[in-house]
C-alpha cells in the first residue's frame, strides 16, 4: 500500500461513497415485496404502494442500518489503536452490554410506560454504555494512567456479569413486558422517523471528524506508546478523547438498533486489508464499509426468511465469532496453544 | 569538549525518580550534563537505571524531583511536539502493531513538524527517505516491518527517528538484538552524523568495547549514580569494573584506535 497522500485520501473515500449510494440503492429495491426503485421512476400504477413501501420502511431501515454499521466500523478501528489490540470491538469490550443492561433495567422497572413520548429505553442504553466505559477506564487505570491491556479482558468480566443481571431480571420479571425489549437485545434496526436518523447523523459525522483529527495520533501510537510520548502525543488526552468519541457514537446506535454484535471487529479489519493502516483512511474508511456490511447484513436478514425476520445481530454474530476465533488463532500464533 | 564550555543541550540536575511500587527511589541527586555535540555513552550493570535515565532525559518520564533542562528551559515549559522537535529516542523492542510500511514508519518521524490535519508534505517525503536511504534501506521502503530482519527493522527505526531532524538522539541499546556486522554499521552511521552534522548522540549499551571504541564520553551508572564520567580510558578500569560490574576483567588497548577494550575473566564472588 503507498503511503497515504490527499489524491489516495480523496480516490478512496470517493470510492466508498459510491459504492455507498449503489448499495442504499440495490437494496431500497430488494424485499419481500417485488417493488424496486425503477417502479418509482416509471409512474407505475401502484406508485403510491410503491412509494410508501420504499421511502417509508424500507430506506429509514437502510439508513438506520448505515449509521449503526458507520458508528460501530469506526469505533472498533478507533478501539483497536487505543487499546493496541486487535480483537478490541465495543461490543467484546461491553459497551454494547452495557447498553444492553441499561434498557433491560429501564424497561423491567416499567420507566417507559410512565413516559410514554420520551425515548426512555433508548437514554437508559447511552447510559448504560457510557457508564460502562467510565468503569473501564476507572479499573484499568493506575495513578491517573489508564493502562490498555487489561481493558479488553475486564470488558469480557463486564459483559458476563452484565448477562447475569439481564437473566437475572427476566426470571424476575413477568416477560410480556419484556417482550420488544428481548428482541432489541439481540440487535434489529428499527424503522426510525427521519428527524432522528438526521439526528444521529449529524452527531456520526461531528464525532468522525473529531476522530479523524486524531488519525495521525492513532497511527503512532500503534507504533508503541513510548514512541508516540517521544514524537509528541499526549498519549493520555489523545485516548480518552477517542475512546469517549468512539463510545459516544457506539451508545448512540445501540441505544436504538440493539447491540450489534462484531461489527466493529469484522470491518476494520476488511478496511484494513483494503486501504491500509493508516488512520486518517482507516477511521473513515472503516465509518464506510461498516455502513455497506450493514445496510446488506440488514437485507439479508430482512429477506432470506421472508416474511420472517431474522435479527441482523444473529447475522452479524454468525459472521464475526467464527471470524473472531480465526483472527485470534492466526494473531496469537504458538501462543494459542501454550 | 574543550572550553570555552559551550552550555548544555540536555541535562539534569538532582534528579529523583522512584519506580511505580519500588521500594526505595533509582535516583537520588543524580546530575547530569550533555553539550552539544557530544556522543556519550551510558553504560552499567542490569538494573543501573540506564533505560530509565534515557526516559527521564527524553521527557517520556516526568521526575518526582530535581530538574530536566532541554536546551537551557526546562523541559515541563516545552511542548511535547517542540520537544519532539529537538529529542528523537529509539527505544528498545518496539512492537509495531497493523502492517505500517518502512516508508509510512519513517514518515511517522514528521509527526511533530505537522499540524493534525496536514497530510505528508513533498519535502516530509524528501526527509525521510533520505533517512531511509542514511539506513541503506531505500529499497525496502514499501516492505512491511513484519517480514523483515530484526537489524532492517531497527535501522528503519533508527530512520525515523533521524527524519525527525532532531539535535539529540537518545539511543536505548540499539545493537542489542544485531549482529556483528550491523552493530559496527550502525555505529558507523551514528558517529559520522555526529561528526558531520553535529547531531548529539546519547546511547545506552551492554557492549563496553563498542561504547568505549565509539563514545567520546562514558557515564558508568551503578545503583542510580554516575560511578565515573569521562573518556573511555578513565571509566573502563579495572578497579570500576571490579567494583560496579562485579566482574574481574583484564584492561587492554586498541593499538589501532587507542581505545581501551575489556577482556571479562571471571564474575566476583
Known amino acids: 500500500m503507498p503511503p497515504l497522500t490527499s489524491r489516495r485520501l480523496a480516490l478512496s473515500i470517493g470510492a466508498l461513497l459510491a459504492a455507498l449510494a449503489l448499495s442504499v440503492a440495490v ?3 430488494l424485499g419481500s415485496s ?3 426503485l425503477l417502479d418509482l421512476l416509471r409512474h407505475a400504477a401502484d406508485e403510491e404502494t410503491a412509494q410508501a413501501m420504499i421511502l417509508r420502511v424500507r430506506l429509514p431501515r437502510i439508513l438506520m442500518a448505515a449509521l449503526a454499521g458507520a458508528a460501530l466500523g469506526a469505533a472498533g478501528a478507533v478501539f483497536q489503536a487505543d487499546l493496541r489490540n486487535p480483537l478490541a470491538d465495543p461490543y467484546i469490550l461491553g459497551v454494547s452490554g452495557g447498553a444492553a443492561l441499561g434498557a433491560f433495567a429501564a424497561t423491567a422497572l416499567g420507566l417507559p410506560a410512565i413516559a410514554p413520548v420520551l425515548p426512555v429505553r433508548e437514554a437508559a442504553a447511552f447510559l448504560g454504555a457510557i457508564a460502562t466505559v467510565a468503569v473501564l477506564f476507572v479499573l484499568s487505570s493506575a495513578r491517573g494512567r489508564v493502562v490498555p491491556y487489561p481493558m479488553l479482558l475486564i470488558g469480557v468480566i463486564m459483559n458476563t456479569v452484565y448477562l447475569a443481571l439481564i437473566l437475572l431480571i427476566e426470571t424476575v420479571v413477568e416477560s410480556s413486558r419484556l417482550h420488544g425489549v428481548r428482541l432489541w437485545m439481540i440487535g434489529t434496526i428499527p424503522i426510525e422517523e427521519y428527524g432522528l436518523i438526521a439526528a444521529l447523523s449529524v452527531v456520526l459525522v461531528l464525532s468522525l471528524l473529531g476522530l479523524a483529527s486524531y488519525g495521525r495520533d492513532l497511527n503512532l501510537m500503534s507504533a508503541g506508546e513510548e514512541a508516540a510520548r517521544s514524537l509528541g502525543v499526549t498519549v493520555e488526552r ?34 484494513r486489508l483494503m486501504f491500509g493502516p493508516d488512520h486518517r483512511l482507516l477511521v473513515p474508511a472503516s465509518a464506510l464499509t461498516g455502513a455497506i456490511f450493514l445496510i446488506f447484513a440488514d437485507t439479508l436478514a430482512r429477506t432470506v426468511m421472508a416474511p420472517t425476520e431474522i435479527p441482523v445481530g444473529v447475522v452479524t454474530a454468525l459472521c464475526g465469532g467464527p471470524f473472531f476465533l480465526w483472527l485470534y488463532r492466526r494473531q496469537a500464533g504458538g501462543g494459542y496453544f501454550q | 569538549m574543550t572550553s570555552p ?16 511500587g519500588a521500594r526505595g527511589p533509582l535516583f537520588d541527586g543524580l546530575s547530569l550534563a550533555v553539550r552539544p555535540g557530544e556522543f556519550v555513552g551510558v553504560i552499567g550493570p542490569n538494573g543501573s537505571g540506564k533505560t530509565t535515565l534515557l526516559m527521564l532525559l527524553s521527557g517520556v518520564l516526568a521526575p518526582q524531583g530535581g530538574e530536566v533542562a532541554l536546551g537551557g528551559r526546562p523541559v ?7 520537544r519532539a522537535r529537538m529529542v528523537a529516542v529509539v527505544f528498545q ?23 493534525a490535519w496536514r497530510l505528508e508534505r513533498p519535502q516530509d517525503f524528501a526527509s525521510a527517505r533520505a533517512a531511509l536511504r542514511e539506513m541503506d534501506l531505500a529499497d525496502l521502503e514499501s516492505a512491511h516491518l513484519q517480514e523483515m530482519s530484526s537489524g532492517e527493522r531497527q535501522r528503519a527505526l533508527i530512520a525515523r527517528a533521524l527524519s ?11 545493537t542489542a538484538f544485531l549482529d556483528l556486522k550491523h552493530r559496527l554499521q550502525i555505529y558507523e552511521i551514528l558517529v559520522r552524523l555526529n561528526r558531520e552534522k553535529g547531531l548529539t548522540v546519547v546511547t545506552t549499551s551492554h557492549d563496553l568495547n563498542l561504547a568505549a571504541r565509539y563514545g567520546s564520553r562514558l557515564v558508568l551508572l551503578h545503583r542510580g549514580r554516575v560511578a565515573a564520567d569521562g573518556p573511555p ?13 562485579e566482574t574481574d576483567a583484564r584492561i587492554e588497548r586498541d593499538a589501532e584506535s587507542g581505545a581501551p577494550f575489556i577482556v571479562p575473566i571471571a564474575p566476583v564472588r
Do not use: K, W
Open chain 2, 233 to 245: 580510558a578513565t571509566v573502563l578500569t579495572s578497579e570500576l569494573i571490579r567494583r560496579v560490574y
Open chain 2, 164 to 174: 525527525q531532524e532532531p539535535r539529540i538522539l537518545l539511543m536505548d541499546e540499539p
Open chain 2, 93 to 115: 523492542e518496539a512492537r509495531i502493531l497493523f502492517d505500517f510500511t518502512v516508508l509510512e514508519i519513517a514518515l511517522m518521524g514528521r509527526a511533530p513538524h505537522l499540524g
Open chain 2, 76 to 82: 515541563r515549559s516545552v511542548s511535547p511536539r517542540e
Open chain 1, 34 to 36: 417485488r417493488y424496486t
Open chain 1, 238 to 271: 489523545t485516548r480518552v478523547v477517542t475512546v469517549i468519541l468512539a463510545s459516544l457514537i457506539t451508545a448512540a446506535v445501540v441505544s436504538v438498533a440493539g447491540p450489534i454484535g462484531f461489527v466493529g471487529l469484522i470491518v476494520p479489519h476488511s478496511a
Open chain 2, 5 to 20: 564550555n559551550p552550555a548544555p543541550i540536555l541535562a539534569v540536575r538532582d534528579l529523583l525518580f522512584r519506580h511505580r
Open chain 1, 27 to 29: 437494496c431500497a429495491s
